[in-house]
């Protein structure tokens, strides 16, 4: 194949005031995994909304194996031109069952009045086993956990790319044509997970399948993509085979400019033994929790973390009172609450704030302005009678903006408009407004870039250094853990087994503890 699957030559586009896109080419060959890196408003998904036909370019090309797409691109034209996407948002609609969702593209495109469910939901169970996933074709996709969402939107587009049964195609050594994107798919991941994807995306580009992999895990990136593009401000800042470039080149082309990845010079690591105990969890039990017991002390920075399904992921919902605990009791300087009991309400009240995962459905409202995000948990202080003083409300937006360096610094403009990581930046402010004396926060830098990044590192450590707030920072990222926490807690089938604390830290350490069931030091 002399013609590379997908080649884009000088793409502009502007949006408003922003020059989203200035002259990028980018060339994906047939069987190439290139990742796509930079900052969140680099440029990324613009990039690939204009390749789905999402919007229209300013200027430019592009062509898919040889043929030239004419601008706009139409939805026709791009699946009969094999290529498929997985957007960060999976474009997956929850109220619709696991198959209706796996079929939307085929339902688009059909001609029939009469469908055979049957023989559907027999394909469906078919390619979910293919993919090693157990999901019930008439399952609703919000009763799905967000990695078998993630897995389901990827097996969909595969199948968009003309594979039927991709272990057949191997092994008969059929070539595909096409490319497929994966937009920061690997965010909600675990480990495990991702190995898999790893190993799915090695078979589908064995035939000839080119694929784009965006990811702002540099790690992921060096294990599983040949080339790399890099995005800066628009720009194409590097082009070249991953084998000739190190981490940490790559962050500098990203930020243009070296990062300053020394938590330490933002708040040293106190050690757990000098704090005293602000908060102690006894017999939590609920969801995949089996009696689980520990303390978090004054001013420290506690890492939960575990294989996917271990429990720790519900500790920060059922703290809260966003998930109703079976039993076990919460003590905050000596006080003592019944889980059982706890609500958002009273949680707040008490000094205890919560930072979803799920940004999208969970943390912030897409529609809303930033100014009404940032005030919804203070609302009722600045309303006098049915009046509000919305002049207020907007400079307490602001200085939070300001504050907490959100770009752009408008609190007129739409949450759902912001790069994930001011989006994040965003949702940190609302809470860390409120002082609470104990922050939950869960997966609190994923899908955000390296800069924004370090920016919420230090707004998490400085919280804990100079308020004296203690936080619980639930998460799969280990280098995450191993940068910020005091103490890390391992979890395996529901209990805490394994306690790390200090320089005992390590990835190593915390992987050894989660696969290997770990033992109890505490």
Same mark, same amino acid.
């Given at each position: 194949?002399?013609?590379?699957?997908?080649?884009?030559?000088?793409?502009?586009?502007?949006?408003?005031?922003?020059?989203?896109?200035?002259?990028?080419?980018?060339?994906?060959?047939?069987?190439?995994?290139?990742?796509?890196?930079?900052?969140?408003?680099?440029?990324?998904?613009?990039?690939?909304?204009?390749?789905?036909?999402? #919007?229209?370019?300013?200027?430019?090309?592009?062509?898919?194996?040889?043929?030239?797409?004419?601008?706009?691109?139409?939805?026709?034209?791009?699946?009969?031109?094999?290529?498929?996407?997985?957007?960060?948002?999976?474009?997956?609609?929850?109220?619709?069952?696991?198959?209706?969702?796996?079929?939307?593209?085929?339902?688009? #495109?059909?001609?029939?009045?009469?469908?055979?469910?049957?023989?559907?939901?027999?394909?469906?169970?078919?390619?979910?086993?293919?993919?090693?996933?157990?999901?019930?074709?008439?399952?609703?996709?919000?009763?799905?956990?967000?990695?078998?969402?993630?897995?389901?939107?990827?097996?969909?587009?595969?199948?968009?790319?003309?594979?039927?049964?991709?272990?057949?195609?191997?092994?008969?050594?059929?070539?595909?044509?096409?490319?497929?994107?994966?937009?920061?798919?690997?965010?909600s991941l675990p480990h495990a997970d991702t190995t898999?994807?790893?190993?799915?995306?090695?078979?589908?580009?064995?035939?000839?399948?080119?694929?784009?992999?965006?990811?702002?895990?540099?790690?992921?990136?060096?294990?599983?993509?040949?080339?790399?593009?890099?995005?800066?401000?628009?720009?194409?800042?590097?082009?070249?085979?991953?084998?000739?470039?190190?981490?940490?080149?790559?962050?500098?082309?990203?930020?243009?400019?070296?990062?300053?990845?020394?938590?330490?010079?933002?708040?040293?690591?106190?050690?757990?033994?000098?704090?005293?105990?602000?908060?102690?969890?006894?017999?939590?039990?609920?969801?995949?929790?089996?009696?689980?017991?520990?303390?978090?002390?004054?001013?420290?920075?506690?890492?939960?973390?575990?294989?996917?399904?271990?429990? #720790?992921?519900?500790?920060?919902?059922?703290?809260?009172?966003?998930?109703?605990?079976?039993?076990?009791?919460?003590?905050?300087?000596?006080?003592?609450?019944?889980?059982?009991?706890?609500?958002?309400?009273?949680?707040?009240?008490?000094?205890?704030?919560?930072?979803?995962?799920?940004?999208?459905?969970s943390a912030g409202i897409d529609a809303l302005s930033?100014?009404?995000?940032?005030?919804?948990?203070?609302?009722?202080?600045?309303?006098?009678?049915?009046?509000?003083?919305?002049?207020?409300?907007?400079?307490?937006? #602001?200085?939070?903006?300001?504050?907490?360096?959100?770009?752009?610094?408008?609190?007129?403009?739409?949450?759902?408009?912001?790069?994930?990581?001011?989006?994040?930046?965003?949702?940190?402010?609302?809470?860390?407004?409120?002082?609470?004396?104990?922050?939950?926060?869960?997966?609190?830098?994923?899908?955000?870039?390296?800069?924004?990044?370090?920016?919420?590192?230090?707004?998490?450590?400085?919280?804990?250094?100079?308020?004296?707030?203690?936080?619980?920072?639930?998460?799969?990222?280990?280098?995450?853990?191993?940068?910020?926490?005091?103490?890390?807690?391992?979890?395996?089938?529901?209990?805490?087994?394994?306690?790390?604390?200090?320089s005992d830290i390590s990835k190593h350490a915390i992987?050894?503890?989660?696969?290997?069931?770990?033992?109890?030091?505490?």
């Amino acid at each position: 194949m002399s013609s590379p699957v997908v080649e884009v030559r000088d793409l502009s586009k502007r949006l408003g005031a922003t020059q989203a896109l200035d002259q990028v080419s980018v060339r994906v060959e047939h069987g190439e995994i290139r990742a796509l890196v930079g900052e969140n408003g680099s440029g990324k998904s613009t990039l690939i909304k204009v390749l789905s036909g999402y #919007y229209v370019p300013d200027s430019g090309s592009i062509t898919v194996d040889g043929n030239v797409m004419d601008f706009p691109i139409q939805t026709r034209k791009v699946k009969r031109s094999r290529l498929s996407f997985v957007q960060q948002d999976l474009g997956l609609i929850l109220s619709l069952t696991a198959l209706e969702n796996f079929e939307l593209h085929e339902f688009a #495109y059909q001609n029939s009045w009469c469908l055979n469910w049957r023989r559907r939901r027999a394909r469906f169970q078919s390619q979910m086993e293919l993919y090693g996933l157990d999901i019930d074709s008439k399952t609703p996709v919000n009763e799905l956990s967000r990695t078998k969402q993630t897995l389901l939107a990827i097996a969909r587009a595969v199948q968009n790319l003309g594979i039927e049964d991709l272990s057949a195609d191997v092994r008969s050594g059929r070539s595909v044509a096409g490319m497929l994107v994966l937009d920061e798919v690997t965010t909600s991941l675990p480990h495990a997970d991702t190995t898999h994807l790893f190993s799915l995306m090695r078979s589908v580009a064995g035939m000839g399948v080119g694929i784009l992999f965006v990811s702002h895990d540099l790690t992921e990136v060096k294990e599983i993509a040949q080339s790399i593009t890099v995005l800066r401000n628009g720009r194409v800042v590097g082009d070249q085979s991953i084998l000739n470039i190190g981490e940490s080149e790559i962050s500098r082309m990203m930020l243009g400019g070296d990062v300053n990845t020394s938590t330490g010079e933002l708040s040293p690591k106190m050690g757990a033994q000098d704090k005293g105990n602000f908060a102690v969890v006894d017999n939590l039990e609920g969801g995949a929790l089996r009696r689980a017991s520990f303390t978090v002390k004054a001013g420290e920075i506690l890492g939960l973390t575990g294989l996917l399904g271990s429990g #720790y992921e519900e500790v920060g919902p059922l703290l809260f009172g966003a998930s109703k605990a079976k039993q076990g009791t919460l003590s905050i300087s000596g006080e003592a609450f019944e889980l059982r009991l706890m609500e958002p309400k009273k949680a707040m009240r008490i000094g205890i704030g919560l930072v979803p995962e799920d940004r999208k459905t969970s943390a912030g409202i897409d529609a809303l302005s930033l100014e009404e995000n940032l005030s919804i948990p203070v609302v009722s202080k600045f309303q006098r009678w049915s009046a509000l003083s919305h002049k207020k409300l907007k400079k307490r937006a #602001y200085d939070l903006m300001t504050q907490y360096q959100v770009r752009p610094l408008n609190p007129e403009i739409q949450f759902g408009s912001l790069s994930g990581g001011n989006q994040q930046k965003v949702v940190l402010a609302k809470w860390m407004a409120l002082d609470p004396q104990l922050l939950l926060l869960q997966e609190p830098t994923q899908g955000v870039d390296i800069g924004a990044r370090w920016e919420i590192f230090r707004i998490i450590k400085d919280s804990a250094k100079s308020k004296g707030m203690s936080i619980v920072v639930s998460s799969t990222d280990l280098q995450q853990l191993c940068d910020l926490c005091d103490r890390v807690l391992v979890f395996y089938r529901g209990e805490v087994i394994a306690h790390l604390e200090g320089s005992d830290i390590s990835k190593h350490a915390i992987d050894v503890a989660m696969l290997q069931g770990g033992v109890k030091t505490s």
